[in-house]
């Protein structure tokens, strides 16, 4: 009678083997994430004292995981180094634009900043609020769409990202329309032969620069 044997090798578990997690979240062993079958945890490579799936993550512990499959459980072990973490590490972020048309308004696209808040944008959820306490309770009605028109003048923006990892931050995004200047000079200026006139753009501006190359608000055009 023919008799087939089948050896079973069952590997390890596979994931990240450094996972973030916020510690306000309290995780736990189930928050850990790995692609494996009946996964067990113990706390080094050689225990075999399985650790409760509630246990709680402790920072910069690692703990050791199997899986088992066909009730055969994987002799080597996945390690997972635990950190945690209270802030995302976000920062604030401002940033002015000109009103090229002059029309009083400029599109921008919100979520074109979201690098400029955080690092790594992976695994984070942006959305945007008009005041700090619509962005903490998420209130829906003072939610922004990331198509912002940005009128003449500051806007702050709270931004409230929201992480996989169990943590949320908020930032201000402060941007800022700028009306370009507004030069009061006559297209054509009529100078008689042996005389000068005097072109002046008007008070009020940072700096000057005319196709002469001076740098004053006003300049003398001889004939």
Not at 144 to 149: A, G, Q, S
């Amino acid at each position: 009678v023919p008799v087939t044997v089948l050896i079973q090798n069952t590997i390890a578990p596979s994931g990240d083997a450094n996972q973030i997690f916020c510690s306000t979240a309290n995780p736990t062993l189930n928050n850990i994430i790995l692609s494996g079958t009946a996964i067990n945890w113990y706390a080094n490579s050689s225990s075999t004292t399985l650790l409760p799936n509630s246990t709680s993550l402790v920072d910069g512990v690692t703990y050791f995981a199997t899986q088992t499959i066909n009730g055969c459980e994987s002799v080597n072990r996945f390690s997972v180094t635990v950190s945690l973490i209270n802030s995302l590490n976000a920062n604030d972020y401002s940033q002015s634009f000109c009103d090229d048309l002059n029309d009083g308004a400029e599109n921008v696209l919100l979520s074109d900043y979201n690098s400029n808040l955080i690092s790594s944008t992976a695994n984070t959820t942006f959305t945007y609020y008009t005041s700090l306490i619509s962005a903490e309770n998420q209130v829906s009605n003072d939610q922004l769409n990331p198509n912002y028109t940005l009128n003449i003048g500051s806007h702050t923006i709270y931004v409230r990202l929201d992480s996989t990892n169990g943590c949320h931050q908020i930032v201000k995004l402060e941007l800022s329309l700028f009306q370009k200047p507004i030069i009061l000079i006559n297209d054509v200026m009529p100078i008689c032969i042996s005389s000068n006139i005097v072109v002046d753009a008007g008070s009020g501006f940072n700096s000057y620069l005319w196709s002469t190359g001076a740098t004053t608000q006003s300049i003398t055009i001889s004939i």
